[in-house]
């Protein structure tokens, strides 16, 4: 039985680990190819695609790349296509965060911050956007609930998620009709990886604040991304939150 996704081409930014090796795990299963990028992950990316070639032989590849790299966006595209010859989705979902509290700002931050969460999704599309049109391809930006509900001493990663949407609705409007173009917000999924919320009442704290009570899944959002590349034709320029209820608990 022919898989939904068979015989497409998806490339995975961050890809290598967490909500991304999620979301390259779901997207796989339904039958695409793909081409997992990772910067600093190359013994997480090459072990995911070791499992899946031997799953499915060569239907995935690593590539490693910086992302704030300016030539870093149209070599990808350009790896993708040479390999699987055409390019049908496109997952922005790496992404750096870490606090910049008020006082302690500066333009190394920034440029980290903005260039992984805003610039690099921008310029990334843009390079993608012809083959994509090829293919009447997916783009999906992973965002963040942080995006409406600014986190406290989260600035810079909070501003860059906004825009980070604002791009979405935006790509949908340049890339139709040719290119659907939706996003994922995550709420809490998965626990940042340093001290912060380490502490187990701080995480109690926060998931008292969901609708539903409890904290979600990495696979949560991995079927959300394949909803928007298998079930949503007539959808674009949409964000769906998928976070509990956090969003709209008061």
Same mark, same amino acid.
């Given at each position: ?132 049109? &090829?293919? &009447? ?114």
């Amino acid at each position: 039985m022919k898989q939904p996704l068979q015989n497409k081409t998806i490339l995975i930014t961050g890809g290598a680990r967490r909500v991304g090796a999620a979301i390259g795990e779901r997207l796989h299963a339904a039958g695409a190819n793909l081409v997992i990028h990772y910067r600093s992950s190359g013994r997480e990316a090459r072990a995911l695609v070791k499992s899946f070639n031997t799953l499915r032989q060569g239907s995935a590849m690593a590539i490693k790349a910086n992302l704030l790299d300016r030539l870093a966006p149209q070599a990808l595209v350009r790896a993708c296509v040479k390999h699987y010859g055409q390019l049908d989705g496109l997952v922005n979902n790496a992404s750096s965060f870490y606090a910049t509290p008020m006082g302690s700002m500066n333009h190394k931050g920034w440029d980290d911050l903005v260039g992984t969460n805003l610039k690099a999704p921008l310029f990334l599309s843009q390079a993608a956007a012809p083959a994509l049109k &090829r293919t &009447r391809g997916v783009i999906v930006n992973i965002v963040d609930i942080h995006a409406e509900l600014p986190l406290p001493d989260y600035l810079m990663y909070t501003v860059a998620k906004g825009g980070l949407a604002a791009l979405t609705r935006s790509l949908a409007r340049e890339l139709a009709p040719e290119i659907r173009v939706n996003g994922v917000s995550p709420g809490p999924i998965l626990w940042p990886e340093h001290s912060a919320w380490s502490s187990a009442r701080v995480r109690q704290s926060i998931i008292k604040k969901t609708l539903l009570q409890r904290e979600g899944e990495p696979d949560d959002i991995a079927k959300a991304v394949a909803f928007f590349f298998m079930n949503a034709p007539y959808v674009t320029g949409q964000i769906l939150a998928v976070d509990g209820g956090r969003s709209i608990a008061l």
